[in-house]
């Protein structure tokens, strides 16, 4: 397969829990995007990685969220301390520089 | 304002037509444009980009793109009901920012 993986599809977890993603992106690409996307909204950006350097994060990244692409292969999103208002799409793209989505984790904190 | 504007709609369209989707964006300094379609429930899938002024043609698809009027639009020809989504328009910053900007999404049914 030679898409944007993500892993987990789905997650469901409690509040206040921590949950990690994973996305492994398209292999030449060194560009890797995270977005968000709450229903009836387009996705909203939250970190970018040129390779293993994180370059931009977004207002919209608290302190619960951490993401790392170690090596500049796969990279994951941690979310801490998990808020209701947490529950969205995230959505992994990798990009040259349009962006190529994978399929998307759907969390629902409850 | 919103740095990317569509109209929500939804837009209804009769089987064969031509659906026209529309764009407007806030940042002059913009490069690079692209629509996206989502089907329900499933993440975007890249239609086509466009970086000068002028149409792009792709089989049934044209973007068109006109800078001075910060204005991009997305044209489906022969609309068929496997068309019916919601379609993103996203837009690219220069400046060195790499991300890309999305509207809400027009969400577009075609009737049989």
């Known amino acids: 397969d030679t898409g944007v993986s993500q892993d987990p599809r789905h997650k469901i977890t409690k509040r206040g829990q921590n949950v990690t993603f994973r996305c492994d992106p398209i292999s030449e690409h060194n560009r890797l995007y995270w977005y968000r996307q709450t229903l009836g909204q387009g996705p909203e950006f939250l970190t970018y990685f040129q390779n293993e350097a994180q370059l931009e994060k977004s207002r919209l990244l608290s302190d619960r969220f951490s993401a790392e692409r170690p090596k500049g292969s796969f990279s994951t999103l941690e979310i801490q301390r998990t808020e209701q208002g947490d529950s969205a799409m995230y959505l992994c793209?990798?990009?040259?520089?349009?962006?190529?989505f994978g399929q998307g984790t759907r969390l629902t904190v409850v | 304002q919103k740095e990317v504007e569509q109209n929500s709609g939804p837009l209804s369209v009769p089987e064969g037509a031509i659906a026209s989707l529309n764009c407007t964006y806030s940042?002059?300094?913009?490069?690079?444009f692209f629509w996206y379609r989502q089907y329900s429930g499933k993440s975007p899938e890249l239609i086509m980009f466009?970086?000068?002024?002028g149409d792009k043609e792709d089989g049934r698809f044209t973007a068109q793109l006109n800078k001075a009027s910060q204005y991009v639009s997305l044209l489906i020809r022969d609309s068929q009901p496997s068309d019916s989504a919601t379609y993103l328009c996203a837009v690219e910053s220069n400046f060195g920012n790499e991300k890309l900007t999305f509207g809400t999404g027009t969400r577009l049914t075609i009737i049989p």
């Open positions: 940042d002059r300094g913009s490069q690079s």
């Open positions: 793209a990798s990009s040259i520089p349009e962006a190529f």
């Open positions: 466009i970086y000068s002024n």
